[in-house]
C-alpha cells in the first residue's frame, strides 16, 4: 500500500513520509527501552522472617536526643549478634525498622 504524490509539494512530503512509515513498519526493530519492558519477569528472592517480637526488644533511633548515630548503629549490631540474625534482607529491614523517622 502507497500513497500516490497529487501534484503539490506538501503532499509529496506527506506521501513519502506515510510511505517511509509504512515501510519501516515490517522492519520494525524495537528501541531498548521497549525492549527492557517487555523482558522477562525476574522475581526477587524470597524474603527471611523476621525474629518474633523484634519490635518490642530493637531500639529506635531518634526516640533519645541524646544517642549518637554510633552509638545506634553499635546497638543495632549487638542486637544483631544476640538474635544470631545470618540474612543480609533481614538485617537491612531491621535497622530501617529501627529509624523513627523523626
Known sequence: ???Q???SPVSHLI??????????????VPPPIMATRFAPLVLPMPQHDLPQNYSQRIRLYGVDEDVTTQQH????IDFIDLEEVDYED???????KSLSGR
Do not use: C, D, Y
Not at 15 to 28: G, I, K, Q
Not at 73 to 76: P, S, W
Open 1 to 3: 500500500m502507497t500513497f
Open 5 to 7: 504524490n497529487l501534484g
Open 15 to 28: 506521501a513519502s513520509t506515510v510511505n517511509e512509515s509504512l515501510s519501516s513498519r515490517f522492519h520494525f
Open 73 to 76: 548503629l553499635n546497638h543495632f
Open 90 to 96: 533481614v538485617k537491612m529491614r531491621l535497622f530501617a
